[in-house]
């Protein structure tokens, strides 16, 4: 049975938006490496000193920071997607 209503398939992507996904999945990878090598070192350093709270603290703040940039790109992404 057909379904009514909208266009619910989504739309072939063209090898210009293909490159630009390309090339924004790239930046957003090396921003969110860049992030981790430095807040990776700033909890080696905590954990070197013995400050727990602080070590803790970073790792939420890895954990945060990579998923906000993680949506970042996927909104970056889907707006590419949609023209």
């Known amino acids: 049975m057909e379904r009514m209503g909208g266009d619910d398939e989504p739309k072939p992507i063209s090898k210009e938006q293909k490159a630009e996904i ?9 921003k969110i490496a860049e992030r981790k090598i430095f807040l990776e070192k700033n909890l080696a350093d905590s954990i070197a000193a013995g ?3 602080e070590a803790d603290e970073i790792r939420q703040r890895i954990a945060y920071e990579t998923s906000s940039l993680e949506e970042e790109v996927e909104k970056a992404k889907e707006k590419v997607r949609k023209g």
């Open 22 to 30: 390309a090339e924004i999945t790239s930046k957003y990878q090396a």
């Open 51 to 53: 400050e727990e709270a």
